[in-house]
């Protein structure tokens, strides 16, 4: 097995101390990689800022190589994680779940049974965006348009196409990075970017400050029409204080993420990642604001698959009782 950091190697770079603690300094690393990668997304989006934010600040703590790599998003992770090409992974509860059954559109048919979870992230948020003078105001208007929905294997990528072919709208879709096809809708070359991932995108956040946007999701109504279908998804919001753009909050639709990693990485390793993620929320808020949901008591939302005994032990040390059919 190999983790392996391909770019964005850390060593102690951020400029603030975080405590790394007695139970870090004496933890026995005779079997702990010499380097962590975290997969993540494409550039532009939410996961990228996110995990290579915190393999950073893990970096940092623990005094290790951590570094995140851009991949095609959480189906690409799931596998890379379960096949032991990275330490770490970030994924959100659909893909997941396919891939536990062995229904990896990129893999097929391999169960991904060595993959365990770390600690939870936030909430994916389903957002559509379009430029103002393109008349595209809300979901329906996506019938007979060009839409972009981010990386091939990506959650965007995962569910966009089915919630447009579940509403009867005939939808041409294309893939490619956040950042791409943000350039892609302003250049004309498509019709709107649907793309998911925490809020703000900042590939969103970019569009509006060059141009006049719509910023939009699927409507109460929309998602009442595809619920069943799709269990994993829930009703969320668009605050309007995430985007200039927008004037009151906007209905959506969203799913949780959680991080992971194979069950063979160090228990001890995998404690101290937990240990410095979740005690140091608010230097996780300065690396991106989705990190308001990455607190210890949203663990609960994962009910999919089981916690890596790293992860168990700081949960359960901290007051936190992961249910029994959840521990490796």
Same mark, same amino acid.
């Given at each position: !097995?190999r983790? $392996? ?5 850390i %060593?102690?770079? $951020? ?12 933890a ?13 997304? %494409? ?5 990228? @800022? ?7 600040? @893990? ?14 998003g959480?189906?690409?992770?799931? /596998? $890379?994680?379960?096949?032991g ?5 970030? @994924?959100?509860?659909?893909?997941l779940?396919?891939? $536990?059954a062995?229904? %990896? ?11 365990r ?12 965006? /379009? ?5 595209i105001?809300?979901v ?7 839409v ?10 995962m ?9 009867g ?11 791409? #096809? ?7 070359l ?11 995108i ?5 569009l509006?400050? #060059?141009?006049?946007?719509?910023i ?36 959506? @639709? ?8 194979? &069950? ?8 101290e ?10 230097? !996780?808020? #300065? ?6 949901? /990455? ?9 999919f ?7 168990v &032990? ?15």
């Amino acid at each position: !097995m190999r983790f $392996l950091t391909k770019n964005l190697l850390i %060593s102690s770079c $951020l400029g603030v101390a975080l405590a790394t603690g007695a139970a870090t300094a004496h933890a026995d690393r005779s079997d702990w990689p010499r380097s962590i990668t975290v997969g993540t997304a %494409s550039q532009g989006g939410v996961y990228y @800022v996110y995990g290579a934010g915190w393999a950073n600040m @893990v970096g940092e703590a623990l005094g290790i190589g951590a570094g995140a790599e851009v991949t095609g998003g959480p189906v690409q992770n799931a /596998t $890379l994680v379960q096949m032991g090409e990275h330490a770490f992974g970030m @994924v959100t509860t659909g893909p997941l779940v396919e891939a $536990l059954a062995g229904r %990896s559109v990129l893999a097929p048919g391999m169960p991904h049974d060595d993959v365990r979870a770390v600690f939870p992230m936030y909430q994916t948020t389903l957002q559509i965006i /379009t430029l103002a003078s393109s008349g595209i105001e809300s979901v329906a208007d996506l019938d007979g348009k060009t839409v972009g929905v981010g990386p091939a294997g990506g959650t965007a990528d995962m569910y966009h196409p089915q919630l447009f072919r579940k509403l009867g709208l005939n939808v041409r879709t294309r893939n490619g990075g956040a950042a791409d #096809q943000a350039g892609q809708l302003q250049d004309g070359l498509i019709d709107a970017f649907a793309f998911a991932a925490g809020m703000p995108i900042s590939a969103f956040s970019q569009l509006e400050a #060059q141009a006049n946007v719509n910023i939009f999701s699927y409507t109460e109504e929309e998602f009442a029409r595809v619920a069943a279908d799709f269990p994993e998804l829930s009703g969320a919001a668009i605050p309007a204080s995430v985007y200039t753009s927008l004037n009151a909050d906007v209905p959506a @639709v969203s799913l949780w993420n959680f991080a992971i990693t194979h &069950r063979n990485i160090p228990e001890s390793l995998v404690y101290e990642v937990t240990k410095t993620v979740m005690e140091n929320n608010e230097r !996780m808020m #300065q690396i991106h604001a989705a990190s308001r949901e /990455t607190v210890p008591e949203n663990f609960r939302y994962n009910t999919f698959v089981p916690w890596h005994a790293g992860a168990v &032990r700081w949960f359960e040390e901290n007051g936190y009782e992961i249910p029994a059919n959840m521990k490796d």
